[in-house]
């Protein structure tokens, strides 16, 4: 059937009415007309996808991965870069104003990314192939090359096409400024050649829940701004550092100043100590242990004194007289026990880094009975897929 794109859905997916019905069509752009089938049908919504593209959006681009179409990687590689970013920037504004009650004029002019090679760390799957898998799939697409990922990354690739991958089952591999890391998730009788990765600063294996070290001393060093910090296999780090040093300058811009600041979620604690020479007294709270013991080791690195990291649940720790608390939470957002905390602290103001929009409005909806959003700003930092940065200022009613 012949269909006209109406618009984008928060997906990247193009929306249509088919007998009224609202039909999810993917890679289509707003104004296209198409030629369709539909994939999967119920009674609220359709899923169709396209036959021919009879009309194309002049904002429409010829995608420059030959695995576009198949790879779950990227959503928006067929759209230039300028209309990706106001795509994102709506899309922020549309979902906070439908699930936060948001004034869109608060919210700022998206900051922009590079579009590729901005990825610092990938994930290979590994069965007779090496590569991602495909989209809503276990199976695998055997690349050969990833356009968003650092270019260093590309190369370790050609050298792991050559390698006998017999019981190797995934690839991990980090790159920071000027070190790279690869990480061999094996099973018992794997093989590595290690003379095909001279060049690699800290080579290791994880077999049997423990990590070997083939070379190097098991973590890699990255600088934002004036800060270094170690990346061991399982640190949580930016995967776009020049993103993360956008979006940490934004938060110090919204924390200003603090005496007390409370970080929560505060992972291996970048983000509070790029805030503590803004700050008399930093905390971070995170459960995971091991982040922990990687925030104090990057502390003691960076010879920060003012800074402390208590590995506890979010919504327990005991801290007194604090002004400022920033909150990084998970994509699904800040637990009723952790808003609860929030408002019972009373903090003079809240930085909310989030990495979901529909979270984020839900959350600033309930924040709204005591405090006001006073401005928003969306970053890209995950440029070709749907994804979107916000970093939002809320000030104590």
Same mark, same amino acid.
């Given at each position: 059937m012949e269909i006209k794109i109406e618009k984008l859905d928060n997906q990247g997916r193009g929306i249509s009415y088919v007998n009224e019905v609202i039909t999810f069509i993917p890679n289509t752009l707003p104004e296209e007309i198409a030629d369709i089938r539909i994939v999967k049908r119920s009674k609220k919504v359709n899923e169709g996808q396209v036959i021919t593209l009879i009309k194309k959006s002049p904002k429409r681009v010829e995608p420059k991965c030959k695995y576009y179409n198949i790879c779950g990687g990227c959503d928006l590689m067929h759209i230039n870069y300028e209309e990706e970013l106001l795509y994102k920037e709506n899309k922020v504004k549309e979902v906070l104003s439908r699930f936060g009650n948001i004034d869109s004029s608060i919210i700022k002019k998206i900051i922009p990314n590079d579009e590729y090679n901005y990825r610092n760390k990938a994930l290979f799957q590994v069965k007779k192939n090496i590569g991602f898998y495909m989209k809503e799939s276990n199976d695998i697409v055997n690349i050969n090359k990833c356009l968003i990922v650092d270019n260093r990354i590309n190369d370790l690739l050609? &050298?792991? &096409? *050559? #390698?006998?991958?017999?019981? @190797? /089952?995934? @690839?991990?591999?980090?790159? =920071? =400024? +000027? !070190?790279? #890391?690869?990480?061999? *998730?094996?099973? *018992?009788? /794997?093989?590595?050649? !290690? %003379?095909?990765? *001279? +060049?690699?600063? %800290?080579? #290791?294996? /994880? !077999?049997?829940k423990v990590y070997k070290i083939l070379r190097g001393n098991g973590y890699i060093t990255e600088t934002i701004g004036n800060l270094k910090f170690m990346i061991s296999p399982d640190s949580f780090f930016q995967i776009n550092t020049k993103g993360a040093y956008n979006l940490y300058n934004k938060v110090k811009e919204y924390v200003g100043s603090a005496n007390t600041l409370l970080d929560l979620y505060c992972g291996t604690g970048s983000i509070g100590m790029y805030l503590s020479d803004i700050s008399k007294k930093v905390i971070g709270v995170e459960i995971n242990k091991y982040a922990v013991g990687d925030a104090n080791r990057n502390k003691e690195l960076n010879k920060i004194d003012n800074i402390e990291f208590i590995c506890s649940n979010v919504g327990i720790i005991d801290v007194e007289d604090v002004d400022v608390v920033v909150v990084d939470p998970p994509r699904s957002g800040l637990l009723k026990d952790a808003i609860n905390y929030l408002i019972n602290l009373n903090p003079e103001k809240i930085v909310y880094v989030s990495c979901d929009a529909v979270t984020l409005g839900r959350d600033l909806k309930i924040l709204s009975e005591n405090y006001n959003a006073e401005e928003i700003t969306p970053i890209d930092m995950f440029s070709k897929t749907i994804h979107v940065e916000c970093v939002v200022k809320l000030v104590r009613k």
């Open positions: 050609e &050298k792991f &096409k *050559k #390698m006998d991958i017999t019981n @190797i /089952y995934q @690839i991990l591999v980090r790159v =920071s =400024s +000027n !070190e790279t #890391m690869v990480v061999f *998730k094996a099973d *018992k009788g /794997y093989r590595i050649d !290690e %003379s095909l990765f *001279k +060049n690699v600063d %800290s080579l #290791m294996v /994880y !077999e049997d």
